[in-house]
């Protein structure tokens, strides 16, 4: 017996020994990433990791690996939930203070979050010494810049978000030209109007993100590039009489859309449209990849035109990367954003993933048809900041405005009370 | 004092490693998670200590439970705890009711009956999202499709997208998935009552009735708590299944449970950690009754 309770305890020592230990061993294995001797390499997170935008993340990696062949490219991408995944996991590793060496942010004001966090760096001095303040359009720059003129990432790529797509074919069954250009949302909404009575879906939506999606679009259109710059500095009132007439025409073209929207993500609702059953979908530029998939022409089988009333405005969104505080490897993410912010990286990059250079001095030629349009729009029209795609707004307003839009558009709220949260949203 | 040492120590030792791991990752993360919840850390700045934060004690909470977004939130878990609760016990114990009886191929029965319970929530729920699809009429598909297939168009309706009881909709899947365990539960509980008590009561002349409401029911009422325990605290953290059915954003399908998720990924964690503490406190009040009382049973 008593052989037996000295076991029983020398084990239970042992056990206890051995976990305080493990717990003690547990803390210090993520410093040392890439500290051994010169064999340097970069950790680029993302959320790349299917489709087109796989393929220009491996065209881009090719790229880097040709510019810098002695840093080795370890891929972070994680996949899943359009990036909410990544982003989860990337919260959490910053706040454990693992950082990746760099990460893919939406370039803006989604990215104050991780400034006021002090979790990445300023990275204005690479502007100057890659030369990038120059090979960017002033625009760009100027929206990329925090109010104390630092920059915080290099952007790879540029999206449109205010396209809208048609399927000609269902046109013109309904007696609407293809062709046709909206001055303004009404002379949109008239015929929007003839193909509901017609019995078609007139316009395709998804869920809460893109009917945020059509509203910045449809602020957009009604208040003009000023009036809607304004909605996040401050200088255009959220209550006023101009926002409610904006929120009026949301309400309308939301009367317009399929019923099962708040189901669908994205693809699906374009691929109403692809498939023609219904007309027109608003949604960014990426949206031509999965027309080209399908072996579909722009021009016959599809059209993409500026969303009505938004002609000669970009409505811009860019992935970028940044250069995280206590990077285990920060000359490796140097090299990599070195990469990112040159003219051939970007070229593979966005030839592969179907967007545009942020560099103004590529040639339109190497690139689609689409996006040599894209390209032209985006070197002479007036740039304005995506709100669904966290170029105009913290992630936290933005999260409040989508709170209220699907209040909203599910019929919990009214148009002023939808209109007041949009205020307090606006205001943090 | 070293006899005691010597009969306690060992024992004592044996189990500090899980008495030390659970207080530490459940215990201390639950005092952790509360006070976070009563400071003011609603910003990513905060929470990395870039900005002080304060002690606003219960504010989050009142603040919480004061806006119309979050009370429509435990409205729909109230409503989708009392569908999916009512549902499956009910289901449950039909199954188990009738398969009671002699049957021919009871155990394809059972099985087929407590098959769903294998699959994860957010596979069949993006099978469900098919199935209730909201489109009506010439756009219909899956479940108001067949409707309209076997001539009962008016039964079509949106499922989860109607604002105020889209969430039952989302019920009926898990209804679909737990009724089989809860089967499983009431059969034991059937089988568990010994054939002499049923003969004895139909000696005595009891009716079929009878035998149910006075001997076969009390009998039972001890499975059926641990069922109602059991499927109520699921219910009440409800969110795989709803995810995978809905969006996180969506306002019709909001619970708290996705609620402190939003307020995650916005970097308000003294919110979300107040959503938590509710959920924790309102499944509390679930359980915590039933261990007293379980306690209490076994003591006697």
Known sequence: MRVNRRMT????????????????????????????????????????AAGSEKAGLDALVGEFEKQHPDIEFVNGAVAGGAGSAAKDLLQTRL??????????????????????????????????????????PADLVDRLSSDDGAIYSIPSNIHRANVVWANPTVLEENDIDPEAEYADLDAWIADLDKLDKAGVTPLSVGTTWTQVHLLETVLLADLGPEG??????????WEGPEVTAALEDFETLMGYTNDDRDGLDWP???????????????????????????????????????????????????????????????????????????????????????????????????????????????????????????AATPVATLNAISDATSKFTTGASDLAGFQGELAAAAQG | MLKKLRRVGPPLLLLAPSLILVGVFVYGLIVANFTTSLTDNHTAAQATEQEPSAMVWFTNYFDLLASEDFQHSLMNLVLYTVVFLAGTMVMGFLW???????????????????FPMAVSFIASGVVWRWLLNSNQ????????????????????????????????????????????????LFLAGFRGIPHE????????????WKLYRHVLFPQLSPVALSALIIIGHMSLKAFDLIMSISKPANYQTKVPAVDMFVFKSSFDYANAAAVGSILLIIVALVIVPYLIRTNREEKR
């Open chain 1, 95 to 136: 706040q454990a203070q693992d950082p990746p060496d760099t990460f893919q942010a939406h370039a803006g004001m989604e990215l104050q979050d991780y400034i006021d966090a002090a979790q990445i760096e300023d990275v204005s001095d690479l502007y100057d010494e890659f030369g990038l303040t120059d090979a960017f």
């Open chain 1, 268 to 390: 699906e609702a374009t691929q109403l449209v692809i498939d023609g059953s219904a007309a027109f979908n608003v949604m960014g530029d990426w949206a031509v990849a999965a027309f080209e998939e399908q072996d579909k022409e722009l021009g016959t089988d599809f059209t993409a035109a500026p969303v009505a009333g938004t002609d000669g405005t970009f409505d811009f969104l860019a992935d970028s990367f940044t250069l995280p505080v206590g990077a285990p490897d920060p000359e490796g993410a140097k090299a990599w954003l070195e990469t990112v912010g040159s003219l051939e990286g970007q070229v593979a990059f966005n030839k592969a993933k179907g967007s545009i250079p942020a560099r103004t001095d590529a040639d339109p030629a190497d690139f689609s048809e689409y996006q040599q349009t894209a390209i032209d729009s985006f070197a002479n029209d007036t740039i304005v900041s995506s709100l669904a795609h966290g």
């Open chain 2, 197 to 208: 008590l049923r003969e004895a009561a139909r000696m005595d002349g009891a009716s079929e």
């Open chain 2, 137 to 184: 009429d010439e756009q219909a598909s899956g479940l108001n499709r067949l409707f309209q297939i076997v001539g009962l168009d008016a039964l079509q309706n949106n499922w989860w997208n109607n604002v105020t009881f889209g969430i039952i909709a989302i019920a009926i899947p898990a209804i679909w998935q737990l009724s089989g365990y809860v089967m499983a």
């Open chain 2, 96 to 114: 188990a009711w009738m398969l009671d009886k002699p049957v021919k191929g009871e155990g394809i029965f059972r099985s087929v009956y407590l």
């Open chain 1, 228 to 237: 809607y710059t304004g909605l996040w500095d401050g200088s255009t009132d």
């Open chain 1, 9 to 48: 305890a020398t084990v239970a020592t042992a056990a206890v020994l051995g976990l305080t230990l493990a717990a003690c061993g547990g803390g210090d294995t993520g410093g040392d990433n890439g500290a051994e001797g010169g064999g340097e390499q970069v950790e680029v997170f993302t959320w790349w």
